[in-house]
């Protein structure tokens, strides 16, 4: 007798955009119950396991994305030359680019590709890249997608899509894009529940310019706060910031009217999010509904944190902090125990591989790895031992104007880092340690040759990262923490940790 093939799990990735951790806007919650995501809280954060040390690789969208759908480095996805155009045009060699990123190397070697190729069907609802041209990248059976676009009356490239055209499509200007992601995608659902299925649903909450649906504009629950998080590094004077980098040092003190835009700014993100949540708790309801929750993941992440006046950045991302790298994860599903956490620390670029290993899929050309053992607690004590002690996270300069009123722009040409942030388990312990050099969008190529400057913060005595205490360290470790983030800079597949 022949033994039946096993059932392909299905698995729905939702994405949000600037959701921050390290400031109460996602999971764990700061406080008990508070939360611009109680269902979710409830479904993934209490159903499943939750990461304790999750990180992006890069922070700002474009490059986290692709980072996100191929498991690799953003040096192993970077055009040649320079973007010319951050938000969308060709670099000096005449490729495609999006902050940085080769567009063909991301939109042909995603895991939809793979997925497809493995027997699966797969859509893309809500926030693709930032900028992209061409039809969908290969391996989509359904595609709504888009860079972002607008709160209401969005606009997405489509294909696939019943009861849509093929090509593109403008909603009504009261049509929020929330809703319509989470509609769209739980429509799909039910079109193709008898197959095993991959469904990326991408809102483009909680990103500027954080405009709430209209059942959501005036809501604000009693117990949430009331103002945005005033941290230690919240509107530090010029004198406790000179020893960071120009883009930090040079930054306003706060006036009255930035700080009354970040705490506005801080209320409509969460209002932004009740419609995440919404489509989160609609979408597993679907599940249940449909008799396939059983055997399905629900994967819940954000493409990077988020600044509120930390370090005197009014808001946006970009930057090497705590705020800005370290992000939330929640996984739900089969063979997953509910209630759970893992300490390993982790990337975006682990994500893709360990949706393919989920799906019992081989992971190619991927450099990350799988976090399954530790969500399902089958790691043996090699695997546990044999894991990265550290994260790698790798940004070039973007550029963008100011935010909140503030004088000078969010960041400058001298914010291009390479950066390791090592656990306490690590021959340095729980520190940051990161290298900037100075460089504009293009022409040219930034290589980390030059370094003009560094900084290192201890995290255990601030986790803030309010002092620079590289000038105090031993040569011999300075050494050591080039020597490494370099080996990083330049690992590829199976050589990086």
Excluded at 12 to 25: A, K, N, R
Excluded at 136 to 160: M, V
Excluded at 200 to 226: L, R, S
Aim: hydrophobic share 35%.
């Amino acid at each position: 007798m022949v033994a039946a093939e096993a059932v392909k799990p299905n698995i729905i990735f939702f994405l949000t955009d600037d959701q921050d951790q390290l400031l109460g806007g996602s999971m764990p919650p700061s406080s008990p119950g508070v939360t611009p995501i109680p269902k979710t809280q409830k479904i993934l954060g209490e159903g499943g396991a939750v990461a304790e040390n999750m990180y992006i690789h890069t922070p700002i969208c474009c490059p986290s994305r692709s980072e996100t759908f191929t498991g690799r480095y953003f040096h192993n996805l970077k055009v040649e030359g320079q973007c010319a155009v951050a938000y969308g045009g060709k670099d000096d060699n005449g490729n495609f680019c999006c902050m940085h990123i080769d567009e063909a190397t991301v939109s042909n070697y995603t895991m939809a590709k793979t997925l497809s190729d493995a027997g699966y069907k797969v859509g893309m609802f809500g926030k693709y890249l930032n900028y992209f041209e061409g039809p969908p990248a290969p391996g989509f059976d359904a595609w709504l997608a888009n860079g972002g676009g607008n709160y209401f009356s969005p606009q997405f490239f489509t294909k696939g899509i019943t009861g849509l055209p093929d090509g593109s499509v403008t909603f009504n200007k009261t049509d929020y894009t929330t809703a319509v992601v989470g509609n769209y995608s739980n429509a799909w659902i039910k079109e193709v529940k008898d197959d095993p299925f991959v469904a990326f649903i991408n809102p483009k909450a909680c990103h500027e310019p954080f405009t709430p649906a209209p059942w959501y504009k005036d809501t604000w629950e009693e117990g949430w706060p009331a103002q945005a998080p005033r941290p230690p590094s919240w509107n530090m004077t010029k004198e406790q910031r000179a020893d960071h980098h120009p883009t930090i040092a040079n930054q306003d003190v706060f006036t009255e009217q930035t700080a009354q835009c970040i705490d506005d700014t801080f209320k409509n993100r969460w209002r932004t999010l009740l419609s995440v949540d919404d489509v989160i708790s609609a979408t597993h309801q679907l599940c249940v509904d449909l008799g396939i929750e059983e055997r399905t993941y629900f994967i819940y992440s954000s493409d990077h944190g988020y600044q509120l006046g930390e370090l005197n950045l009014s808001m946006d991302k970009r930057n090497v902090y705590e705020f800005d790298i370290k992000i939330h994860l929640a996984v739900r599903g089969p063979g997953i125990p509910a209630g759970t956490t893992f300490s390993q620390p982790a990337t975006n670029v682990d994500i893709a591989p360990t949706i393919l290993d989920l799906a019992g899929v081989q992971a190619p050309r991927v450099d990350g790895r799988s976090l399954v053992p530790f969500l399902k607690k089958t790691a043996d004590e090699v695997t546990a031992a044999g894991w990265r002690n550290a994260t790698y996270h790798e940004y070039y300069y973007v550029g963008i104007g100011n935010k909140c009123g503030q004088e000078h722009p969010i960041e400058s040409p001298d914010n291009n880092f390479i950066a390791v942030r090592y656990q306490s388990n690590s021959k340095f312990g729980n520190i940051l340690y990161a290298e900037f050099t100075t460089g504009e969008k293009g022409p040219g190529f930034i290589a980390f040759d030059t370094i003009n400057f560094y900084e290192l913060y201890d995290m255990d005595k601030d986790p803030w990262q309010m002092t620079n205490i590289y000038n105090s360290t031993t040569q011999e470790m300075k050494d050591a923490l080039h020597n490494d983030v370099h080996q990083w800079l330049q690992c590829k597949g199976g050589d990086c940790l």
